[in-house]
């Protein structure tokens, strides 16, 4: 089964830029997760998918984070401007409706340096 | 805002010996799960327990749940170098999952 994908893996942009990553989640998973983290914190929520519907997007800084999953498979989250703190990994991940909804598969993650 | 909080922050050991890890969270869940991450890569899930119940196995792996107390424990036993990674908690409520801060454990060959 092929995991969750991710690009680019690496990003480099100074502040003021635009920057957005791409996911590919597991087939079948209808769940769609958008986590930001930030080094040495642990993973927080940015947006979730349920097929191409937001769940939630609460902690979404909406002024320059935007995101969607087309046709409920693909996703982007886009940056426009980035800032300084919004240096930090981008991970992406998918889980199936139903009673395993909550366990996550991860991709390896988009790690953004802002200069 | 982050729901569970990781104790210690980190932890280094002798290849061989038991890794004790603890988690505490503030409101009710249906479930609590904890998950590896190696350095430079994705978390990995690891283990589920359901807010019903108390204990449960893995492998080298044993987590407790005490909803009492609103903290659980993760136990790696015999542990290797390969074990060397961050652990985080995360608590389930609703179709929401919610992580820690991360224990950072260093298992020395």
Known sequence: EAGVAQSPRYKIIEKRQSVAFWCNPISGHATLYWYQQILGQGPKLLIQFQNNGVVDDSQLPKDRFSAERLKGVDSTLKIQPAKLEDSAVYLCASSLSGVEANVLTFGAGSRLTVL | ?109
Not at chain 2, 18 to 45: D, E, F, P
Not at chain 2, 83 to 90: E, G, H
């Open chain 2, 1 to 109: 805002s982050q729901q569970g909080e990781e104790d210690p922050q980190a932890l280094s050991i002798q290849e061989g010996e038991n890794a004790t890890m603890n988690c505490s969270y503030k409101t009710s869940i249906n479930n609590l799960q904890w998950y590896r991450q190696n350095s430079g890569r994705g978390l990995v899930h690891l283990i589920l327990i359901r807010s019903n119940e108390r204990e449960k196995h893995s492998g080298r792996l044993r987590v407790t749940l005490d909803t009492s107390k609103k903290s659980s424990s993760l136990l790696i036993t015999a542990s290797r170098a390969a074990d060397t990674a961050s652990y985080f908690c995360a608590t389930a409520a609703g179709n929401k999952l919610t992580f820690g801060g991360g224990t950072r454990v260093l298992v020395k060959p």
